[in-house]
């Protein structure tokens, strides 16, 4: 039976940086993310008899050997648990750029554990759903679930605990996102490379850590009280800190291009003006706006006046991964 698809994307309000444990992708830090609507992956899975190895294709061509590996490794999982030694036909393609910092292993992943996990005849949870998405990639485990979701780095050592929830519903609160794309380049550090050498170099590591627990119940109630200074202030927070633990790594990690710099002094600067607005940028040079709906069409106006800006996506929360199509 072919499968298809769809995850969402998430976006880090308070952000993951760093593994407890690399083999089974346990993350340090529990993290806090919004699910956004408008940047999602689709995947459609099959396997089949007949073939050699799995194929993939990814945004219209042939993968190349390094993401079919890391794909197949995946499917190993899935293989092994539904007792199939069948090869696989992957067709995934992502409606933004991959690997500039817009997670598309979130919702690439995720979009796979539940094509992938469907096709080979196993019906998991969500939260089962999860498990498994963040066996490959730490965020996808978030992109399982529509809204406002956390991450919890979880306390068993086999990982079972260390799976994502819904806190809140994407009604609950309707925030919206206004993403620049400053380079469709893709990154030189992946997040794997990254975590590593951040986690054995950087000075910062253990106060990171530390401080997480407190970053993580500020933001929850921020959510809860619908607070949206409150959450754009933690939001900033989190990612400045984020990155300036990366740059203190040897060789120091640095994800920005001058225009996210531009951007950081703007999205500040409009604050002053009375304009509520706050960044936050993952491991990438995007830079993405939080705003409150009404303020949508003036944020926009703004950043798009940046020249450095190559297009403008805009979004609003989505929802829960979900099964688009089968077919025998
Ligand atoms: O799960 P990964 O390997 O895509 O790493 C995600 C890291 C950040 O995007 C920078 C932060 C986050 O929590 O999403």
């Known amino acids: 039976m072919r499968v298809k698809a769809r995850a969402n994307s998430n976006i880090a309000l308070i952000k993951y940086w760093g593994k407890k444990n690399i083999g089974l992708n346990l993350p340090a830090v529990g993290s806090i993310s919004i699910t956004l609507n408008e940047l999602y992956t689709e995947t459609s899975v099959e396997f089949k008899a007949g073939l050699s190895q799995d194929h993939l294709v990814l945004n219209g061509q042939s993968a190349s050997a390094p ?23 992957i067709i995934s393609a992502n409606n933004f750029p991959t690997s500039a910092g817009l997670a598309s292993s979130a919702s690439g992943f995720a979009c796979l554990a539940l094509a992938g996990s469907s096709a080979a005849g196993l019906d998991l949870t969500p939260v089962q759903l999860s498990e498994l998405a963040r066996l490959g990639s730490g965020s996808a485990a978030r992109s399982i679930f529509g809204g406002f979701v956390e991450m919890k780095k979880g306390l068993e050592s086999d990982g ?74 933690l939001t900033e927070y989190s990612c400045l800190k984020m990155h300036a633990l990366a740059m203190a790594a040897k060789p120091g990690l640095i994800y920005w291009n001058n225009t996210t710099i531009d ?65 025998n």
């Open 67 to 89: 993401d079919t590996g890391r794909v197949s490794r995946f499917l190993d999982i899935i293989r092994k648990r539904s007792n199939t030694g069948l090869f696989a036909e």
């Open 160 to 233: 079972s605990d260390s799976v994502a929830e819904q806190i809140a519903m994407r009604k609950f609160w309707d925030l919206r996102l206004i993403i620049a794309i400053t380079s469709e380049e893709k990154k030189k550090t992946g997040s794997t490379d990254g975590m590593i050498v951040t986690r054995d170099t950087s000075p910062y590591y253990s106060a990171w850590i530390e401080s997480s627990e407190n970053d993580l119940a500020e933001m929850r109630d921020a959510i809860r009280r619908r607070d949206f200074e409150a959450l754009g202030e």
């Open 263 to 327: 951007l950081i002094h703007m999205i500040r600067d409009l604050r002053k003006k009375g304009l509520p607005v706050y960044f936050t940028i993952d491991a990438g040079p995007q830079v993405k706006a939080v705003c409150l709906p009404e303020y949508v069409g003036q944020v926009r106006d703004e950043i798009r006046k940046n020249p450095g800006v190559l297009r403008v996506i805009e979004t609003g929360l989505g929802g829960d991964a979900m099964i688009v199509g089968e077919e």
